[in-house]
């Protein structure tokens, strides 16, 4: 590079310098005022980001399914979008059996966990109808039990969708509220609570009809629940439920959502456990 050219690029940075620092002196700050002014925008910067961080919505993956046969790898796979349509038919099969119902929401579950979850094709086809419909499910058989936390998983990957797909599977709301109280202890109770923050991530209406179902006190209770039983599975339920109070009470004014939060608050410091896992 000539010394020339150098100059040049030399001068451009002092001239774009020199607007960031007009950008102060023309609204009449002094230097000092200057100064707070850039460490209060670059605070509130990074305030912004931490934020989107906590709130963004998460996907929860799957184990990488691999081929067990060889002569398999060899097949043309159906792409998503047909596989999709063929489990949402299949589980639409009022004589399915339990054991293939567990199957097929299984497998639709595997597919919304992949890099790139088919959301329209599994709207289109209904999945969401049939997810929630498997949530209803009230004999506590083991093989049910699968069923509902399978069912749970995937709604909680729709609900990490656009739009179109939390709209489409906002009616599972109360009843993921309802696992929460009926399964506090289990793996069921995290998935909820994973798909209930999916949910609060969307839009402050949502946020405020989650509110207004009761979302916020079961979700508290699974935070506090730790502070007594420091084993990991409550933790990681614990850890959930906390990220999905974030999402739920971001912007929220309410005098009930504010006096559970003002209970429970004194008393997580106690648990130092859950403070650094959830960090």
């Given amino acids: 590079m000539s010394a020339e050219l150098a100059g040049q690029e030399v001068l451009q940075h002092l001239q774009k310098l020199s607007v960031r620092s007009d950008q102060y002196k023309k609204a009449g700050y002094t230097a000092t005022e200057a100064s707070d002014a850039r460490r209060s925008q670059a605070a509130e910067a990074s305030k912004n980001t ?4 906590l709130r963004v919505k998460r996907v929860k993956r799957g184990p990488v399914e691999t081929v067990s046969n060889p002569s398999d790898a060899l097949v043309q796979p159906e792409s998503p979008q047909t596989k999709v349509q063929q489990l949402v038919a299949a589980l639409n099969t009022a004589s399915l059996a339990q054991k293939a119902k567990l199957r097929a929401i299984s497998a639709l579950r595997r597919i919304l966990s992949t890099d790139a979850p088919p959301f329209e094709a599994a709207i289109q086809a209904g999945a969401g109808a049939c997810l929630i419909k498997a949530l209803l499910l009230r004999q506590q058989s083991a093989i049910n039990l699968k069923i509902i936390f399978e069912a749970a998983w995937a709604i909680t ?3 990490a969708g656009p739009q179109e797909c939390v709209e489409a599977i906002l ?10 109280r009926t399964h506090s202890s289990s793996h ?3 998935q909820s609570a994973w798909a209930l923050g999916n949910l609060a991530g969307e839009s402050p209406e949502i946020r405020a009809r989650l509110q207004s179902n009761g979302a916020v006190r079961p979700l508290l209770q ?5 502070t007594g039983q420091p084993g990991l599975r409550v933790i990681s339920t614990a850890c959930t439920a906390a990220w999905a109070l974030s999402n739920m009470l971001q912007d929220s004014s309410t005098v ?3 006096g559970c939060c ?4 004194p008393l997580l410091p106690a648990n130092r456990l859950l403070v650094a896992s959830c960090q």
């Fill in 50 to 53: 931490r934020d989107a961080l």
């Fill in 157 to 159: 990957n729709l609900a």
């Fill in 171 to 180: 009616p599972a709301a109360p009843l993921l509220i309802l696992l929460l």
């Fill in 188 to 190: 069921i109770a995290e």
């Fill in 222 to 226: 699974l935070v506090l629940a730790a």
């Fill in 256 to 258: 009930v959502s504010l």
């Fill in 262 to 265: 003002a209970v429970a608050l």
